[in-house]
């Protein structure tokens, strides 16, 4: 490996760790989906549900919001200047990663641009409405995160063979013949499975954040890593959320605990989504997501500092 400055080496020895990985139990991901589907045995479904950390982090703030975003009640997804700039920087640093040469970092959000530009509309859409002089402030913060990004990690492109990384990987599990449904997608998962001990843990699955560390981080790593067990029969070793602008990050290792806290929680919102879809009534509790909520002006709990604003992008 080539020379590291110290906040990479940091990285290699802290965070993705030298140290052996654990060999988990071959019965552990049966186990764990034969637990789900117990849960949910009962349930009657009439349509599919579709849950992703987004609902589950709804669920887990107020029963009005969840069901407002189960029903789709948000309105047609659209880029906010904060959507934008986390997705351009994602794919920037996707685009370093696999470049056959190294790239300055705005010559790397450039390209990053013009793909999203060519293959997801919302952004195009957005880019267009930018003008030159926001495109141009959109890549230089691009290239200003990717730079952060190269500042804590070792060179990925040139470690390609030995941590595989894979940026922005699409999962999802089925459960009840499809009729529930838990997708995500990691930012940025390392590690390749060992050959010889094919249940060792070896990967280590990471979000990558700008700002501060929020409590619920940690549950949506959950979600990653019960979606990597389901997925690939091993979970990961490790999940952690990277805060760019510091270089540090919020680690969790994963054993059998921490997968059965993230299958306990997505029992318990497959059954209240269920209980929602029959007529039930939601359990309302005021917040500061009331001000993304769409139910906001209409909602009798509605936390009445919140200042309703236009629900497009991702909430918080």
Do not use: N
Request: aromatic share 6%; hydrophobic share 45%; with cysteine.
């Amino acid at each position: 490996m080539a020379e590291l400055t110290e906040p990479q080496r940091r990285t290699v020895e802290q965070l993705i760790g030298t140290q052996e990985r654990p060999v988990v139990a071959a019965d552990l991901v049966r186990r764990l989906r034969d637990r789900i589907e117990r849960a949910l045995a009962d349930l009657e479904l009439r349509e599919a549900v579709w849950l992703t950390k987004e609902r589950l982090r709804a669920h887990g703030r107020c029963g009005g919001l969840f069901q407002a975003q189960l029903a789709g009640e948000h309105a047609r997804f659209a880029h906010t200047p904060t959507t934008a700039a986390g997705v351009l920087a994602h794919r920037a640093v996707e685009v370093d990663m696999t470049a056959r040469s190294p790239l300055d970092p705005f010559e790397v959000a450039s390209i990053a641009a013009r793909r999203l530009v060519d293959r997801e509309d919302p952004f195009a859409v957005h880019w267009a409405a930018l003008g030159e002089r926001g495109q141009e402030e959109a890549l230089a913060e691009a290239a200003r995160r990717l730079t952060l990004f190269r500042a804590s990690f070792p060179p990925l492109r040139e470690l390609r063979s030995a941590l595989a990384p894979i940026p922005e990987l699409r999962l999802r599990a089925e459960f009840l013949d499809a009729r529930l449904v838990l997708s995500g997608q990691i930012d940025l998962v390392l590690g390749l499975p060992d050959a010889d001990a094919p249940l060792r843990a070896t990967r280590l699955a990471l979000d990558l954040k700008t700002g501060a560390a929020r409590p619920e981080h940690a549950a949506d790593l959950r979600v990653y890593a019960l979606l990597l067990a389901l997925r690939f029969g091993v979970p990961p070793y490790r999940v952690a959320t990277f805060y760019l602008e510091a270089g540090t990050w919020q680690a969790e290792d994963v054993d059998e605990r921490v997968l059965q806290h993230a299958a306990e929680r997505l029992v318990a919102a497959a059954r209240d989504a269920a209980h929602l879809a029959a007529g039930g009534t939601p359990v309302l509790a005021p917040g500061p997501w009331c001000a993304w909520c769409p139910r906001v002006e209409v909602c009798p709990a509605a936390d009445p500092e919140a200042v309703p604003g236009p629900v497009l992008g991702r909430a918080p």
